[in-house]
Each structure stands twice: as structure tokens, then as C-alpha cells.
């Protein structure tokens, strides 16, 4: 069984786990840090170690608090996969903790 955490929090540094269950434990087998697309780095991950979507049971985004357009991405992306891949439905997909209300500045003339 393999889990992917995806912390997109800070949308400059993110990070995504593959963790595989071996006997009680989740372990981390591979780790990716750094300015990316979340959804690029989850298929190279997928790729580097010769698994399907299908043989992940969860996706799991870290929910906040932390920048607005950083968890909106990833928790969306992590939603997405989840509910196409019927590891969860539509009413178990969790919202994002944003800390605060967001603070969306119109854009300067």
C-alpha cells in the first residue's frame, strides 16, 4: 500500500512524500522538495519507482494553514485524484485550513 503527501503550503518550496506501508508504519521511500508543478513531479515519482495511479490508496494534502494559492493547488490536485480514482467520494474530500479569510488584492491598473 502507498500513500502520497502532498504539502503545497509554501507555493515557492513544496514538497511530496511516497510513504509504503510495511508491517505497522508508514515509511518514506522517496521525497521531492523544491519550486515545481506538483502534478509533473507526482508522475515522475509515479514513474522513478514503477507505479500506476491505481496503486496509490490515498493522496493526502497537507490542509493549512499556509498561503491561499499554494493549498487551494494542492488540495484541489490531491481531490482530483483521489474521487477520479474512487478512493474517496465527492462528500469524504476535505477543504483547506487557510488560517484566515483570503486576501485577494484586485489587480493595479
Known amino acids: 500500500m502507498y500513500k502520497i503527501y502532498v504539502d503545497t503550503s509554501n507555493r515557492i518550496n513544496k514538497t511530496i512524500q511516497l510513504r509504503k506501508l510495511t508491517d505497522i508504519q508508514w515509511n518514506t521511500i522517496d521525497t521531492v522538495e523544491g519550486n515545481f508543478d506538483p ?46 480514482l474512487g478512493n474517496k467520494s465527492a462528500d469524504q474530500l476535505p477543504m483547506p485550513n487557510y488560517g484566515s479569510e483570503p486576501n485577494i488584492q484586485p489587480p493595479s491598473k
Open 39 to 84: 502534478a509533473v513531479e507526482i508522475f515522475k515519482l509515479l514513474q522513478k519507482h514503477n507505479l500506476k495511479p491505481k496503486d496509490i490508496t490515498e493522496f493526502v494534502p497537507f490542509l493549512g494553514p499556509g498561503s491561499f494559492t499554494g493549498l487551494k493547488n494542492g488540495v484541489t490536485l490531491c481531490n482530483i485524484l483521489n474521487w477520479a
